[in-house]
C-alpha cells in the first residue's frame, strides 16, 4: 500500500473506532450503517460477491440498513479489521484463514500443507457443517464469529527469477508468507526463508528486493500486481486457505430473527458468487499474467514438497488433539474426492 493511502486507511480506521464508541453508526437518514473491510481490489470476486450482499440485503431491508464495503484495506489490514469488527467498530470484514489462526487455535485446521486432496475436497469440506461449524462458532466470546467461507484457491510460489522445480530450489530464498506460525513453520521445512508481512507491503517488498519470491493464488499476479515483478509460478499446490467472512456477535445476535434471515441468505450468496466468478477469473488471470506479464508457469512434481510438509499434520494434531474429528471428517472428503487437479485448484 502507498504511503498516502496507508495515512488514509489508518485515520478512516481510527474515525471508525472514534463513532462506535460513541456509538454512532447510523447513515443519518436513520439507517443503520452495517461497515464491511475486506483487503481485494474491486475487480476482485471477493469484491464483487460483497457488492451482490448489498443489493441483496438493501433490496429486502434498505429501508433500515445502509450496506457499505471498504476494499483496499481502507479500513486497515486484515489483523486491523478482525480486531475492529471484534470491538464493534465495524460489522464485518474478510480475513484470511491464515490470520484467524492468531486469534483462535481452531483455525490452525485449515492451514495445514497439503490437507485437502483436490478442489472438490476442499469444497466439500469447507461446504460440510460439521467440520465448520463448531470452528466458526469458536471465537464467539472473543467477540466475532465466521458467517461463511470464501474460496481462495490454492497457493503456490513465485518468486522474481528463480525458478521453483523442487524444495531445493527454495533454500535461500527469503519468501513472504502469510502472519501464521504454521505458515512461517511450513517455509522452514521446505527450506526457505519465511518473511512474514501483511498483503499490502508484499508488493513494494517485491519491487525493493527486500524479499525473492511470495506465495499466493493467481490473482495476486494480476490483481495485486505481483506478476509485473515475478516471472515465475510454480504450481507445488502447498496450501488451498479460505478467506472467512466474520460479524460482529453484539450486531449478529440484536438482529431480529426475520432481518436474522436476510443477512443469512446474503452470507450464503456471498459464497455462491464468489465461487462462481472465481473460476473464471482465475482463468483471467493466467492468462493476462502469461501474455501480457511474460509469467511463466511451471508444474513441479508436488511429491518432494509433499513428502517435507505432510508430518506436519501429525505435529498439528498432537498439540490441539481437539482438531483430530474435523481432520478425520476431512479426510471423507478426500477418499470421496481424490484426484488432484494440477491447474491450481480453480475447477469447481
Ligand atoms: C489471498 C487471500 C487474502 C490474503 C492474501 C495474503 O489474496 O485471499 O485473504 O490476505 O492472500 O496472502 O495475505
Redesign the pocket.
Known amino acids: 500500500m502507498k504511503g498516502v493511502y496507508r495515512v488514509l486507511s489508518l485515520s478512516l480506521g481510527a474515525v471508525l473506532v472514534a463513532s462506535a464508541l460513541t456509538g454512532c453508526q447510523g447513515a443519518g437518514d436513520g439507517r443503520r450503517i452495517v461497515r464491511i473491510g475486506?483487503?481485494?481490489a474491486t475487480d476482485?470476486p471477493?469484491h464483487v460477491a460483497l457488492l451482490e450482499f448489498e443489493s441483496y440485503v438493501e433490496s429486502k431491508l434498505g429501508d433500515r440498513y445502509n450496506v457499505e464495503v471498504y476494499p483496499s484495506e481502507l479500513l486497515g489490514s486484515?489483523t486491523d479489521m478482525v480486531q475492529l469488527t471484534q470491538t464493534g467498530a465495524i460489522d464485518f470484514c474478510?480475513?484470511?484463514n491464515?490470520?484467524l489462526e492468531t486469534f483462535s487455535d481452531n483455525y490452525t485446521l485449515f492451514n495445514m500443507p497439503y490437507l485437502f486432496a483436490s478442489a472438490e475436497a476442499y469444497h466439500a469440506s469447507m461446504d460440510d457443517e460439521n467440520i465448520t461449524g463448531p470452528i466458526f462458532d469458536s471465537t464467539k466470546k472473543a467477540g466475532f464469529e465466521a458467517v461463511t467461507w470464501?474460496d481462495?484457491?490454492t497457493?503456490n510460489f513465485y518468486t522474481v527469477s528463480t525458478p521453483i522445480q523442487s524444495p531445493a530450489d527454495l533454500k535461500g530464498l527469503k519468501i513472504?508468507?502469510?502472519q501464521s506460525p504454521t505458515n512461517v513453520e511450513m517455509m522452514r521445512l521446505l527450506g526457505g526463508s519465511a518473511t512474514p508481512m501483511?498483503?499490502g507491503e508484499?508488493y513494494t517488498a517485491l519491487q525493493s528486493k527486500i524479499i525473492d519470491g511470495?506465495?499466493?493464488?493467481e490473482?495476486?499476479l494480476t490483481?495485486?500486481g505481483h506478476g509485473d515483478v515475478c516471472k515465475y509460478y510454480s504450481y507445488d499446490m502447498h496450501q488451498m486457505?479460505p478467506?472467512i467472512l466474520i460479524g460482529n456477535c453484539a450486531f449478529l445476535d440484536g438482529l431480529s430473527p426475520e432481518d436474522r434471515a436476510v443477512f443469512e441468505e446474503g452470507f450464503r450468496i456471498v459464497n455462491q458468487v464468489e465461487r462462481q466468478e472465481w473460476t473464471k477469473a482465475v482463468e483471467a488471470a493466467k492468462n493476462k499474467a502469461e501474455k501480457e506479464q511474460g509469467v511463466q508457469f511451471l508444474y513441479p512434481d508436488t511429491a518432494p514438497f509433499q513428502e517435507i510438509c505432510i508430518p506436519m499434520h501429525q505435529t498439528v494434531l498432537g498439540q490441539y488433539p481437539d482438531l483430530k474429528p474435523f481432520y478425520d471428517a476431512i479426510q471423507v472428503h478426500n477418499k470421496n474426492f481424490a484426484s488432484g487437479d494440477k491447474e491450481g485448484g480453480a475447477g469447481e
Open positions: 475486506h483487503n481485494q476482485h471477493t486484515q474478510v480475513a484470511s491464515s490470520i470464501i481462495a484457491g497457493r513472504r508468507v502469510q501483511g498483503f508484499v511470495a506465495e499466493n493464488n490473482m495476486a490483481s495485486n486457505i478467506d
